[in-house]
């Protein structure tokens, strides 16, 4: 029997995706709609739909499976997203958490001063109309204000947290004595972060509601360049293995005028897109920065006893962070291809999905929806199929326009049931990028598809 090969077919070297064609089919085929649409939408905030949603799962189920579940020294979190106050003053986030901007006299235009050019920024001149730019850059603190309490005049100012970490270090120590970790170790986290951005933009790139990973590795200072090289490494690794433009990846480091408040170092792993190379996740240099500081402002000594030399030190940071929303958007960008028809019919637009990330796993069709046995058969495979993955049932339209439907969401399998299925109990699987079909026996199919679409 002829079998389908396991790696995906490397996709042509495709030209960079307009955000707007990923915009229109996330909005089409239900992955991400604007919040609030009916009153006229919130900019920067996103709502996740029915195949958004399944996407969305995958990507974080992944993560956690890789960083967490597969290594033995990291363990997991889930904190709540407001914190006491003072965490951000401790945090430096009070005092630094802040944009600077510049306003275009002429055309109104407001301009974050890191992203414009260094000509633009000595000449005070707009790089879009040419205008001339405001002197003195105006701050911004992008911490969102909350208030805790309901009688007016006790209610408490806090915010909601501004980067997701930080439940990491105010937890540390109740990991350290309910777990059996010990240095070097990690804890994880995926939660949602909120930024006041001045400038959001660009779909899901810059919001003000998002989600972030975090790993927190703890370290003897000793042995903070080993581990910082291993994660670092690590990462890119991870991000390369589910994207089919590999080479759009990269690293870069940051200059030290650029560096945030806590890092002594970091590099970012940028994905080029139409937006130009951009972030995409920060290994960061942490140091000692988060416990010294917590420990000071709570009063708590947060020190490590190792147990066996029983030294006592504050441990170091390693901190590996990137955005759910991003991976979202890039693997999108990466994924979307309208693939030119060579019989000269419309295109096919195809999400070259990894298959363990793709939303929908298996479609599974009749060739004709008005032949009793061939829908009960179809039926009776789906719902044998559902227990172990997403699949979807379709039997509107013909056969051709279903496969295209597919295509679209990214589904990696198609299971046709026909005529012959009647005879013999084999159906046809359809592969998605290279649009490849086996037979295959009923009995095989479950191990057939699940050995694909599941990672290890
Ligand atoms: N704890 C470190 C930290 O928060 P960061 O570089 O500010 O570092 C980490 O954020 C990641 O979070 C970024 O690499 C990016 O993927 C994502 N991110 C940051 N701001 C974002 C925003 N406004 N919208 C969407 N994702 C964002």
Redesign the pocket.
Known sequence: MTQIEDNQPEIKDTPLVPIEKVVSLSKRRGFVFPNSEIYGGVA?IYDFGPLGVELRNNIKRYWWWSMVQNHDNVVGIDGATITHPRVWEASGHVENFVDRLVDCKKCKRRFRTDHLDPENLEQHKCPVCGGELTSEPRIFNLLMETYLGVVEGDRMKTYLR????QNIYLDYDNVVKSSRVQVPFGICQIGK?Y?N?VT?GNF?????E???W?LQFFVHPSEMDKWYEYWKNLRFEWYKGILNHKDRLRFREHASDEL?H?AKKAF??EYQTVLGWQ????I?WRQDWDLTRHSEYSGQDLRYTDPLTKERYTPWIV?T???V???FLNLLLDAYEEEPDPNGKEARTVLHLHPWLAPVKVAVLPLQKNKEELVSTAQSIHQNLRRYMVSQYDDVANIGRRYRRQDEIGTPFCVTIDFQTLDDQTVTVRERDGMTQIRLPISELTMYLLDRVTWK
């Open positions: 920067g501004g980067e997701a970490c972060a930024r951005e959001p899901l790139f810059r919001q003000r998002f989600e972030q975090d945030a806590y970012d792993v972030e995409w996740e920060g960061h901190e962070s990137g955005g929303d991003r991976t």
